[in-house]
């Protein structure tokens, strides 16, 4: 199998490096796990908060709030000692990259690059575009999957990682589909090669920007006929906005959802595009506590390797 590119917006690996809200990078962070034990050939990409996701706080008279801590990643990531850049607003977008190596239980390593906009080059409005996982405005929020998208592309070709496809963890990356084909992919091979998940099944879950945005930040990686290709799979607002969903499950025609009803209602969304049904599994080892480990360790020895034996977990 060759090398995959795994890209996401977020992802939950451990609780103290809150680059996740929920159950999109918690998915994400098992992904990863489970291809380590696994031994399969991947290779995550991802962004660097240094002030996370909000954890929510309900104080005595039940009202909501929420606060932001500072992540330090020489805490959690190990420092490749990278940059890279981009074209953006006139200037040049500049993002250290930090990586994270998972180990699965034969010794296999995935690893995971993050990249961070908190670079002594960039300007204060180009440094603070890291700061909070889905914080900010448009704006801002067009810029994190510019660098996610296009730049995780770019931060692979560095890393002469010599990719045969990619996974695309909801629509936040489909930038990465346009800047392959700025490379000399065509359609075909996009959509044999990359496979998309759709998790949200309302349409206020995916993320929409207008077309004059998208132009001034992609400029040229804009396909000519690219508001004909959100259009062609049911876009309900047809083209007015750029959908990052439906580009991308018009550019990679093989797409999932995260079970079966999500896969019923996704389809209705993509004017009834046939979406893969992929129950979300979960990385065994992760969820599974200390004393139930111990347990499992002595009454289902192999339970690590396969997972399967945990069907008689009941019996214990």
Known sequence: MGLVGYFT????????????????????????????????NLVGVTLLYREGYGRQHIDEAGNQTESFGAID????????GLDISLPLDDGTLH?????????????????????????PQNSDYHRSMGARLYGGNDDVRIRQEYLLGVGGVRLLNMLRKDFTG?????????????????????????SEKILFTTHTPV???????????VNEVLGDLMPADVVELVKSVGDPEDGARCSMSHLAVALAEQVN??????????????????????TNGVHHITWTSPTMAELFDDKLPGWKQDPTQLSYAGAL
């Open 9 to 40: 917006a977020e992802i939950g690996l451990w609780s103290e490096l809150h680059t996740y809200s929920g159950g999109l990078g918690v998915l994400a962070g098992d992904h990863v796990k489970s291809a380590a034990d696994a031994e399969v």
């Open 73 to 80: 990643p020489a805490d959690h990531l190990i420092d490749t």
């Open 95 to 119: 993002a250290r990259i930090w990586k994270v190596e998972v180990v699965g239980i034969t010794g296999h390593i995935v690893p995971v690059y993050f990249m961070d906009t908190h670079h």
């Open 166 to 190: 990619l996974h695309l963890n909801e629509g936040h990356c489909t930038f990465a589909l346009l800047e392959l084909l700025h490379q000399g992919w065509t359609r075909e091979q996009l």
């Open 203 to 213: 349409p206020a879950g995916h993320d929409r920007f207008d077309w004059a945005d």
């Open 257 to 278: 959802a995260v079970s079966n009803l999500n896969a019923q209602v996704a389809s209705t969304m993509f004017d009834n595009y046939h979406i893969h049904p992929l």
